[in-house]
Each structure stands twice: as C-alpha cells, then as structure tokens.
C-alpha cells in the first residue's frame, strides 16, 4: 500500500489513545539507528495561549509537548514540522491532540511523512 498527499508519501500513521495522562513515545524502527519521540501532555497555569515545545533531548530523540492544549477540542498543526531525515528522505510530521474534557485522557493522531531523497545520502 502506498499513501501520498501534497506530494508526500506516508510513511507511518496511527492514532494511539494514551494510558491516563501519559506521554506516548513512538520509536520509528530502522535498522541502524531508531528514531524515538515522545509526544506529553503539559500546563504552565502562567501562560493564556497553547503552544507546542519541540526539543531534541538526544541525538536520537525528540520531545514535543502539547502546553497548555485546550480540552475536548482536536488541536494540533496546520503546517508540516520538518523533523530530519530517515531512510534518506527528509521526514516530516503533521499531527493532531485530543484531550479529554476532565483531563483524564487523551489520543494522538499522527502521520509521519517521507519526502523527497536528500542528496549524497543515496
């Protein structure tokens, strides 16, 4: 099966509901070196607005944490977060967050896309 939109091909896709209010790591499995993210739920009472915080922790790991995120409301990206490169191909990822109205739970929806070849890694 092959997935493709706006000229991105689909590359892994799922939505995942989490245990509680537990972050949910996704490890992207190659062969050499595995990709992992972790995708965690946070609130900064101080802050009026939501954002999300997108950190390298690792060479190989990537935080993102969905601040202040309203509830029972999906929210998530319009545009693609361009994240590096796997298999060659530039990897990107559009997702979406759902939290629970009492804040008990929420789900991820997720779609990590794979781009065009990244010259001289052939």
């Not at 892994?12 to 992207?28: K, Q, S, T, W």
């Not at 994240?83 to 967050?97: A, F, P, W």
Request: charged share 25%.
């Amino acid at each position: 099966m092959k997935i493709t939109s706006g000229g991105y091909e689909v590359a892994y896709h799922g939505r995942v509901f989490a245990y509680g209010m537990n972050p949910i790591e996704i490890v992207l499995s190659e062969e050499n070196d595995p990709l992992k993210f972790v995708f965690c739920i946070e609130q900064e009472p101080e802050r009026n607005d939501f954002t999300t915080d997108i950190r390298l922790v690792r060479y190989n790991e990537v935080r993102i944490a969905c601040v202040n995120f309203p509830r029972g409301k999906p929210t998530g990206n319009h545009d693609l977060i361009h994240l590096g490169v796997l298999n060659n191909r530039k990897l990107s990822l559009r997702y979406e967050v759902t939290i629970n109205f009492d804040a008990t739970a929420w789900a991820l929806t997720f779609t990590f896309f794979a781009g065009e070849g990244v010259p001289g890694n052939e």
